[in-house]
T-cell receptor
Framework: TQLLKQSPQFLSIQEGENLTVYCNSS?????LQWYRQEPGEGPVLLVT?????EVKKLKRLTFQFGDARKDSSLHITAAQPGDTGLYLC????????????FGKGTKLSVKP | KAGVTQTPRYLIKTRGQQVTLSCSPI?????VSWYQQTPGQGLQFLFE???????NKGNFPGRFSGRQFSNSRSEMNVSTLELGDSALYLC????????????????FGQGTRLTVV
């Protein structure tokens, strides 16, 4: 089973600051997804990256897939309290028919 | 359209009991996956069903089982509950079964919070 390691585990910042969270693996993934989970809710898909070196932007969020397709990052510009939540990266477990495996997540708190 | 519905939302059970959780996928979705989420282990894959067939199973003991009905609704059952089974159980539905290029979006329900005492 492939593993996804996310860092940092916790992040507490002030509104308006920028931040980057990371998702790393020793294995190659054909594609990766990022989800955000708010308390009491299930994860919601933010983006899927499929090409090595790909950069996708979603308003103030920028997602990058590493050239070697072993890592990904999420950068948030000018964070807002509404960005608070658990950010999860996920990829397909190559040893199976395709179940998603998740990193343990980065818990982000943005204070007003 | 209605999202993924999981029932019940909260459940308290005693050690040794069994529990059944239910998941109604988005209309038209035939793939249902189940995950266990705990603070220590994060989200861990339990099993995935597509058109009533279990296609994939995670590394959980046989006490964890599931099934899918012809209308794509799914249930998971945990027998002989242990304290360590306390977790948020999430189900996700998608139109296609997960493929090698993540070409289908999985939609998650709000989960069932199970507490074993």
């Amino acid at each position: 089973t492939q593993l996804l390691k996310q860092s940092p585990q916790f992040l507490s910042i002030q509104e308006g600051e920028n931040l980057t969270v990371y998702c790393n693996s020793s294995s190659v993934f054909s594609s990766l997804q990022w989800y955000r989970q708010e308390p009491g809710e299930g994860p919601v898909l933010l983006v899927t990256v499929v090409t090595g070196g790909e950069v996708k932007k979603l308003k103030r969020l920028t997602f990058q897939f590493g050239d070697a397709r072993k890592d990904s990052s999420l950068h948030i510009t000018a964070a807002q309290p509404g960005d608070t939540g658990l950010y999860l990266c996920a990829g397909l477990d190559g040893g199976s028919q395709g179940n998603l495996i998740f990193g343990k997540g980065t818990k982000l708190s943005v204070k007003p | 359209k209605a999202g993924v519905t999981q029932t019940p939302r909260y459940l308290i059970k005693t050690r040794g009991q069994q529990v059944t959780l239910s998941c109604s996928p988005i209309s038209g979705h035939r793939s249902v996956s189940w995950y266990q989420q705990t603070p220590g282990q994060g989200l861990q894959f339990l099993f995935e069903y597509f058109s009533e067939t279990q296609r994939n199973k995670g590394n959980f003991p046989g006490r964890f089982s599931g099934r899918q009905f012809s209308n794509s609704r799914s249930e998971m059952n945990v027998s002989t509950l242990e304290l360590g089974d306390s977790a948020l159980y999430l189900c996700a539905s998608s139109f296609f079964a997960p493929g090698p290029n993540l070409n289908t979006e999985a939609f998650f329900g709000q989960g069932t919070r199970l507490t074993v005492v």
